[in-house]
């Protein structure tokens, strides 16, 4: 097939840029209209909608999401710019400099075990194709900016060429050995120079995750630690986002049936005689139910999920509603059990322990950013 020819993803642009006119034009129009020419606008595509229409551009972007990702963002501009200049008649159409194509995998093949692991099971295997994981964010970082392109021209054939930073060289910009223009009769130069004005610098957050309560889909690499002498270079893992979505988000907004309501209503009517002993005993008996009794241990556990309400005293300081729970006993009296329970019903939590911690145990932490220490853990 003629398609299968295409193997340079530059040459896929214009069907790209064909396949977002076709089936993404309310989104282009609506980045049109938007004030702002400077922002950055991000244009989603399902990837089960790619697949289907085009099977084998939806592999070359899972296979090769740095190429083709980047191909698909110029045909993003691509497009744009025929839908402005469709829309030249209306008043509040401005041409947008920057539209990054955003990857959503829910519902597609990808949402499979192999291309959707868990964080522990992120592997060397995962490098280089568009993965997935899922997590909790524990940590993010300050704003930054780093250079995110900048163009050189060849001194033998005289075209100007796009290079951008690598993540495993800590977003340095490395020259390629010889010039990348005219692939099919290439000149062979090896001197470029800088032409001026042409970086373009980017926002950048860095994130860190733990199991699960964001989507987060990207090119799996690795970054090197900074060089110091006579310490080891590590590599750092590190995932490349190209989008995120937000599942405790999506949990918040869930509707709540009428169906629901009304079981709500009828549960609370047979018990209105005895509500303590009866509906909130019914409740209790729901928590950790693989332990048998400590009812007072699963009412204290109830209330801190249930939490309480946040309030303004005199001085205006802000009261949180929500109470710690400490559980003290020996081992093996189901400690562990109702904290996995706790962490299961609720909507956002992590699970941590104290295992090899030092005698300070887990009370407060300096975490590094940069040579710096902008963060500070309390436990």
């Known amino acids: 097939?003629?398609?299968?020819l295409q193997s340079d993803p530059w040459e896929w642009e214009k069907p790209m840029a064909t396949y977002l006119l076709r089936y993404h034009s309310d989104q282009l129009r609506s980045i049109a209209s938007s004030p702002d020419p400077n922002l950055?606008?991000?244009?989603f595509i399902d990837f089960a909608e790619l697949m289907e229409e085009d099977p084998h551009l939806a592999r070359l972007i899972f296979s090769q999401p740095t190429p083709y990702l980047q191909a698909f963002d110029n045909a993003a501009l691509l497009s744009h710019r025929i839908v402005v200049r469709d829309l030249e008649q209306e008043k509040n159409v401005v041409e947008k400099n920057f539209i990054h194509v955003r990857i959503n995998i829910s519902g597609s093949p990808l949402e499979c075990s192999e291309t959707f692991p868990t964080i522990?099971?992120?592997?060397?295997?995962?490098?280089?194709?568009?993965?997935?994981v899922k997590g909790t964010v524990i940590r993010s970082g300050a704003i930054k900016m780093h250079e995110g392109e900048r163009k050189y021209m060849c001194n033998k054939c005289k075209k100007s060429f796009t290079v951008y930073p690598e993540v495993e060289a800590r977003n340095s910009i490395s020259l390629p050995s010889i010039c990348p223009m005219q692939k099919l009769k290439p000149c062979g130069g090896t001197n470029?120079?800088?032409v001026e004005n042409t970086i373009v610098c980017h926002d950048y957050q860095e994130i860190k995750i733990q199991e699960n309560d964001v989507i987060v889909t990207g090119l799996l690499t690795a970054k090197w630690s900074p060089e110091l002498k006579?310490?080891?270079?590590d590599l750092d893992p590190v995932l490349i986002a190209n989008n995120v979505r937000r599942t405790n988000q999506l949990k918040s907004e869930m509707d709540i049936s009428d169906d629901l309501v009304t079981k709500f209503k009828q549960f609370w009517d047979h018990f209105k005689d005895a509500p303590?002993?009866?509906?909130?005993?019914?409740?209790?008996?729901?928590?950790?139910p693989q332990v048998f009794g400590l009812f007072t241990v699963k009412l204290a556990v109830a209330l801190t999920l249930i939490g309480g309400v946040q309030h303004v005293d005199a001085s205006g300081t802000?009261?949180?509603g929500e109470s710690h729970l400490l559980l003290v006993g020996d081992p093996g009296t189901g400690k562990s059990q109702f904290l996995k329970f706790a962490a299961k019903l609720s909507n956002r939590s992590v699970i941590t322990t104290g295992l090899g911690s030092t005698s300070a145990g887990l009370t407060v932490t300096a975490v590094k950013?940069?040579?710096?220490f902008p963060y500070i853990n309390f436990y």
């Not at 097939?1 to 299968?4: N, S």
């Not at 950055?40 to 244009?43: A, D, G, Q, R, T």
């Open 1 to 4: 097939m003629e398609v299968q």
């Open 40 to 43: 950055h606008y991000p244009l």
């Open 120 to 132: 522990g099971r992120v592997r060397v295997q995962h490098r280089g194709i568009l993965l997935t």
């Open 192 to 194: 470029f120079q800088y």
């Open 230 to 233: 006579d310490v080891r270079c």
């Open 276 to 288: 303590l002993k009866g509906g909130r005993n019914a409740i209790l008996r729901g928590i950790c």
């Open 318 to 320: 802000r009261v949180r």
């Open 369 to 372: 950013d940069g040579g710096k």
